[in-house]
C-alpha cells in the first residue's frame, strides 16, 4: 500500500490554533473537512517542483509541505500546515506550470539517484520514467484543483502522510 499524502482544507483560523499547538489535530474528525488524496505521489511531486525531497523554497514548496522544522504532532510522520495565504502563494506558482514546464523540470534519473518516494531504485525500470511523470502529473492536476478551491472559500490546508 505505501505511503499516502493527503491534504484538507479547513477555516485558517483553525489552521492557526492546530499550527500553534492550540488544538489538537487528532482531536477533529478529519472525514468533516473537503480533502484530496495524493496517493503516493507527494514526495516525487516535491521533488519535481523543488528538487530536493523536502524544505522547498516557497511558494513552490508550498505546494507539497514537507519541512523540518514546522511539522505537527499527528500519526507516524506528522502534519504540516499551510495559512491561506500560502496556499494562495501556491496557487499562483503552480498555475503558471503547464505539461511542458513540468516536463522540463523532471529529472528521473536524479530522481532515482536520491530515492524519491516511490520509486525502488533496485526495480525501476526504462518505462517507469514516463510512467512516473504521468502519475504526478495527473495528481499535480488535482491538487491544482483543490487548491483553487481552497483559495476561492479562504481557508487554509493540513496536509499529512498516512
Known amino acids: 500500500m505505501g505511503m499516502r499524502g493527503y491534504y484538507f482544507a479547513m477555516d485558517d483560523n483553525l489552521v492557526q490554533q492546530i499550527a500553534a499547538g492550540d488544538l489538537a489535530l487528532k482531536s477533529l474528525k478529519i472525514d468533516d473537512y473537503p480533502g484530496l488524496d495524493i496517493d503516493r505521489s507527494w514526495e516525487a511531486i516535491h521533488y519535481l517542483l523543488c528538487g530536493d525531497i523536502s524544505d522547498g523554497e516557497p511558494p513552490l514548496g508550498y505546494v507539497v509541505p514537507l519541512t523540518s522544522d514546522k511539522g505537527i504532532d499527528f500519526g507516524s510522520f506528522g502534519a504540516f500546515s499551510l495559512r491561506a495565504e500560502q496556499v494562495a502563494e501556491?496557487?499562483?506558482?503552480?498555475?503558471?506550470?503547464?505539461?511542458?514546464?513540468?516536463?522540463?523540470?523532471?529529472?528521473?534519473?536524479?530522481?532515482?539517484?536520491?530515492?524519491?518516494?516511490?520509486?525502488?531504485?533496485?526495480?525501476?525500470s526504462d518505462r517507469d520514467e514516463d510512467e512516473l511523470f504521468a502519475y504526478m502529473?495527473?495528481?499535480?492536476?488535482?491538487?491544482?484543483?483543490?487548491?483553487?478551491?481552497?483559495?476561492?472559500?479562504?481557508?487554509?490546508?493540513?496536509?499529512?502522510?498516512?
Open 90 to 124: 501556491a496557487l499562483q506558482a503552480i498555475s503558471e506550470l503547464d505539461e511542458e514546464q513540468l516536463r522540463l523540470r523532471y529529472n528521473f534519473p536524479a530522481m532515482v539517484k536520491d530515492e524519491v518516494y516511490p520509486l525502488d531504485p533496485d526495480t525501476v
Open 137 to 162: 502529473l495527473q495528481n499535480f492536476i488535482e491538487i491544482r484543483r483543490f487548491y483553487g478551491q481552497t483559495v476561492a472559500k479562504g481557508k487554509g490546508l493540513i496536509f499529512y502522510i498516512f
